[in-house]
């Protein structure tokens, strides 16, 4: 009787979740360049708080797939300037194991991570599918992590709105 409930034991052992399913891997990556203030009279009075600016991104797939264009919309805080007409952003694209690129899978709103501890870039989580993220690729200086001091960002990417304009094969 005894061998019975270890053998229905070691068969459960296999059958629960897989727990890589959940871990995150790149999917591709999103480049995007910034274009002109969305509210011009309002970013000259909060210069040094925040700023909206236009951007058109390509995403592209680490794996299959076409290549996608995307028209958007970038909110951040500035640390003092507004920032250039010409600026281009990278950014990992990061989703759950098993996670297949379809068309329009990037588009949604991505907010920054509240649970990022301080100190540490934040990643830009989707609104409406939360497994899919963005990690900033612009940010990797060699050797910034053991610097008692970090070098200070121009700006913080907080929030992110694309819509699929096309998909280029």
């Known amino acids: 009787m005894r ?3 270890a053998v229905a034991g070691l068969l459960c052992i296999g059958a629960g979740p897989d727990p890589g399913a959940m871990l995150p891997f790149e999917l591709g990556v999103l480049s995007c360049t910034l274009g002109h203030a969305i509210d011009p009279q309002m970013s000259d009075q909060t210069a040094a ?3 909206a600016r236009e951007m058109l ?3 592209t797939p680490a794996r299959n797939g076409p290549d996608e264009a995307y028209a958007g919309a970038l909110r951040s805080i500035n640390a003092g300037k507004m920032l250039p007409d010409n600026v281009a952003l990278l950014w990992k694209v990061r989703a759950p194991v098993g996670t297949r690129v379809s068309p329009g899978l ?5 907010a920054g991570d509240p649970a990022t501890p301080s100190g540490q870039t934040t990643p830009l989580v989707g609104e409406r599918n939360n497994h899919i993220t963005l990690h900033t690729m612009s940010e990797t200086v060699e050797g910034a992590a053991s610097k008692a001091q970090r070098p200070t960002r121009r700006f913080i990417p907080m929030t992110i709105e694309l819509k699929l304009k096309g998909a280029m094969s």
Do not use: D, G, T
């Open 3 to 5: 061998w019975r409930f």
């Open 49 to 51: 708080a925040s700023e």
């Open 57 to 59: 991104c390509l995403f």
């Open 106 to 110: 990037l588009e949604q709103s991505y």
